[in-house]
T-cell receptor
């Protein structure tokens, strides 16, 4: 079965510093991986996805993610964090046509 | 263009009552999904509609849950005889879905927060 794991419940980073939110995956077949962000009392906003090709995927709001097949990882990164990046981040993998399987989420706190 | 919309944004009901949650997908999207987000269970898939095909109901937690999609657009999720454990945020998403492309991005609505007293 397709699954993703987010090993950190929370990540703390100072504004201006680089940030990384970790995700590892377990799939049979090709991995189709996604990152979403959720702000308080809001739905999920799509950030980026990996389908095939370049291992470095660029997305919205300056975020990028690095796909690493040998480590089965898809970590979310940003070179310089903003306080406004503070939110809940979800990694997900496509499991068939019908659904995404989500990780448990990582709360990112960016301090001024 | 307009995103996925859901109504109501909040719903408080008494245990045992029926509730209906509505989802309007992005125009032109043929695939529609319902998910549930709760503290104990995280984000879990409920049901999937693709065009006029029979829906995939494999994620529905009990027979008290049902959903329909009229005219290939608007969808309604119905929960009968609500229980306290049904309290959660119900999220709807849609994707282009043409040809059932597995790589399509799902775009989510703001959700309906359901509280069962």
């Amino acid at each position: 079965a397709q699954s993703v794991a987010q090993p950190e419940d929370q990540v703390n980073v100072a504004e201006g510093n680089p940030l990384t939110v970790k995700c590892t995956y377990s799939v049979s077949g090709n991995p189709y991986l996604f990152w979403y962000v959720q702000y308080p009392n809001r739905g999920l906003q799509f950030l980026l996805k990996y389908i095939t090709g370049d291992n470095l995927v660029k997305g919205s709001y300056g975020f990028e993610a690095e796909f690493n097949k040998s480590q089965t990882s898809f970590h979310l990164k940003k070179p310089s964090a903003l306080v406004s990046d503070s939110a809940l981040y979800f990694c997900a993998v496509r499991a068939g046509f019908q659904k995404l399987v989500f990780g448990t989420g990582t709360r990112l706190l960016v301090s001024p | 263009g307009a995103g996925v919309s859901q109504s109501p944004s909040n719903k408080v009901t008494e245990k045992g009552k029926d509730v209906e949650l509505r989802c309007d997908p992005i125009s032109g999207h043929t695939a529609l999904y319902w998910y549930r987000q709760s503290l104990g269970q995280g984000l879990e898939f409920l049901i999937y509609f693709q065009g006029n095909s029979a829906p995939d109901k494999s994620g529905l937690p009990s027979d008290r849950f049902s959903a329909e999609r009229t005219g290939g657009s608007v969808s309604t999720l119905t929960i009968q005889r609500t229980q306290q454990e049904d309290s959660a945020v119900y999220l709807c998403a849609s994707s282009l879905g043409a040809g059932g492309r597995i790589t399509d991005t799902q775009y989510f609505g703001p959700g309906t927060r359901l509280t069962v007293l």
